[in-house]
């Protein structure tokens, strides 16, 4: 089982940078394929980023070139970089972790691009 903890999250002007951070704790998490979603009130949760558990990334065509996705199996950890955000950026960020065994979700963290 893993527990997910998200951070980063904040008030930013479009053009700028965010880093949210995903501490997990838990065993097996290097097995674990890592997801960023985001989800504005009203609609779906979408996923914007994705990491494979052998760091293999990829992205929704929305954030692609901006945003960047890492993970650091020894401190168990994944990142979403965000560069050149937009107003259309702003949603509750949800870290995620998928596998065979199991799927676990973060309580989110809000990020809001002012324009």
């Known amino acids: 089982q893993l527990q997910l903890v998200e951070s980063g999250g904040g008030l930013v002007q479009t053009g700028g940078s965010l880093r949210l951070s995903c501490a997990a704790s838990?065993?097996?998490?290097?097995?674990?394929?890592m997801r960023w979603y985001r989800q504005v009130p009203g609609k779906q949760r979408e996923s914007v980023a994705s990491?494979?558990?052998?760091?293999?990334?990829g992205y929704a065509d929305s954030v692609k070139g901006r945003f960047t996705i890492s993970r650091d199996n020894v401190k168990k950890m994944v990142y979403l970089q965000m560069n050149m955000l937009k107003p259309e950026d702003t949603a509750v960020y949800y870290c995620n972790a998928f596998h065979a065994v199991g799927n676990y979700w973060g309580q989110g963290t809000q990020v809001t691009v002012s324009s």
């Open positions: 990491i494979s558990s052998s760091g293999v990334a």
């Open positions: 838990g065993t097996m998490f290097s097995f674990f394929a």
